[in-house]
């Protein structure tokens, strides 16, 4: 059959191209953060670097494997305090856990661990309800046998529900399965709900809240093949009078046709699926929720079909595996194990570059690594190479030139609101050239820049990239930016 050959063909090419690119972007980050861990100043005591690969400042969570036993505390070396912290397991290894506060843009803080007790002895989240109930200061999430949510709480809005039960499915709803509920790694940082359900497809299912972080965070597995059915994620919302809007290649789009005031053809088209990328955003005139999505390539707004797109019903599917017109592998070519993320978080009115910078960081953890070397040109506390004037200007991606680090570096940067917005690039070096590129990287123009700062006017939704060179101050922070591009590239 030469169609099944063809497939088959396709199949080992994909695996193979799969494979050397996480085999080659794994080995980038470690090679990378190897010789970062040897070049921060560090003269005694156990300490790691927290790299935030984007272009903001954040909070978030940073795991370090470690096989010290507890009591531990954690000490922030740039301001001498205390920082919460908890030991956890993933995957059969024990891991310290902590709440790594202000990390700065493209750049790290560092910490020592010292084997004493710790002052914070609260939890971040606590459980009621059998376990199926967890709730810390912003939400109080509750979770069933099949890994749904039935219930999402704001709490800082009057504890407004933020599930609907849509055609029989709630939030993050496989349709189906049973198993029992148990917590999972609590402590001063975080805390997870763990469900392990039968059902078809069997899946499991992890749900979490932390201290301080505005996000829930879920963790899907599918563990069994399940054939020519098309399986998703549900997720319904209770909200009306809402706009959806979502991430294309290059743009963020509203899920609407044009004669309906958003970016789609009237024009007989096929719509039912959409491209899901980094995130999906169901928002009114007041509030909103985010849907930040790790793993799925598309999704079905509510029950659209051919031409049309559904805008009355809050439902966003997002596709775990299916077979389209004919297209796609047959059962999954096999496959019996797929892992679903996602990450939820309530807000006022709408924010496109607010919503972007959730999913990125869902999407991008900080990177950890033991300090390894003595005196180095990175200072022992922290250290940031850029910085970005404007919250609506995001860098993109940034890079060595494909011609290597001696011919600058690449950075591009997306205004990602729906007005033109002026930006300065602030940089930790000396800046002694700066060019206009394609994204291909052909130069195209000068671009203006002082010594330490390039800057532009973007119009709406511009997406633009420059070659920045320097002076050999400059260059030494090649190492940052390789550390950048596996994170850039994974996004």
């Known amino acids: 059959d030469p169609d099944h050959l063809n497939e088959a063909a396709r199949a080992v090419f994909q695996r193979r191209v799969a494979t050397q690119l996480g085999t080659f972007v794994n080995a980038l980050q470690n090679d990378a953060a190897a010789v970062l861990a040897a070049s921060i100043q560090h003269s005694s005591g156990t300490r790691f670097f927290v790299f935030n690969p984007l272009g903001h400042t954040r909070t978030d969570v940073a795991d370090i494997a470690t096989s010290l036993p507890a009591p531990l505390r954690v000490v922030d070396v740039t301001s001498g305090l205390e920082v919460r912290s908890q030991l956890i397991m993933k995957g059969g290894q024990q891991f310290l856990r902590i709440l790594a506060e202000n990390v700065p843009s493209v750049g790290y803080r560092v910490y020592e661990i010292q084997q004493s007790a710790s002052q914070f002895a609260d939890s971040a989240a606590t459980f009621s309800n059998g376990n199926a109930t967890l709730e810390n200061d912003k939400y109080r999430v509750t979770v069933d046998g099949r890994g749904a949510i039935t219930s999402l709480v704001d709490k800082r809005d009057a504890n407004r529900e933020l599930v609907q039960n849509i055609d029989g499915r709630l939030m993050n709803d496989i349709g189906s399965g049973s198993g029992s509920l148990e917590p999972e790694n609590a402590g001063a940082v975080s805390a997870s709900i763990y469900v392990n359900s039968s059902g078809f497809p069997a ?15 879920i963790e899907n597995e599918v563990t069994q093949n399940f054939g020519s059915t098309e399986q998703t994620y549900s997720f319904g919302f209770n909200i009306s009078g809402y706009t959806v809007r979502h991430e294309e290649v290059g743009a963020v789009a509203t899920a609407k046709l044009l004669n309906q005031g958003g970016s789609y053809s009237n024009d007989q088209s096929k719509y039912d699926f959409l491209t899901m990328n980094h995130f999906v955003d169901l928002s009114d005139l007041q509030r909103g929720v985010t849907l930040s999505n790790w793993d799925s390539p ?40 797929f892992k679903n993320r996602f990450g939820l978080q309530r807000h006022g009115t709408y924010d496109q570059a607010a919503a972007m910078r959730m999913a990125l960081e869902h999407q991008n953890p900080l990177v950890a690594a033991y300090l390894t070397g003595g005196s180095g040109p990175f200072p022992g506390t922290s250290y940031s190479m850029y910085s970005i004037s404007d919250p609506d200007v995001m860098l993109w991606a940034l890079k060595p030139a494909e011609e290597g680090i001696s011919s600058g570096t690449i950075a591009r940067l997306w205004n990602l609101s729906e007005t033109a917005q002026g930006f300065s690039l602030l940089f930790n070096g000396t800046i002694s050239d700066a060019r206009k590129t ?44 390789r550390v950048a591009l596996k994170v850039f ?3």
């Open 298 to 337: 598309f999704f079905k707004l509510g029950n659209s079909a051919g031409a049309s797109i559904d805008v009355a019903t809050p439902k966003v599917m997002a596709v775990i595996g299916m077979r389209q017109d004919g297209n796609g592998f047959a059962d999954q070519n096999g496959d019996s194990y």
């Open 203 to 217: 899946h499991k299912t992890r749900v979490t809240l932390y201290r301080s972080i505005d996000r829930v965070d």
């Open 438 to 481: 394609t994204h291909i990287e052909t130069n195209t123009g000068t671009a203006s820049f002082t010594s330490t700062s390039l800057f532009d006017d973007l119009p709406s939704q511009r997406m633009q990239t420059y070659r920045l060179a320097g002076t050999p101050s400059f260059q030494q922070n090649q190492t940052t930016v």
């Open 489 to 491: 590239l994974e996004g």
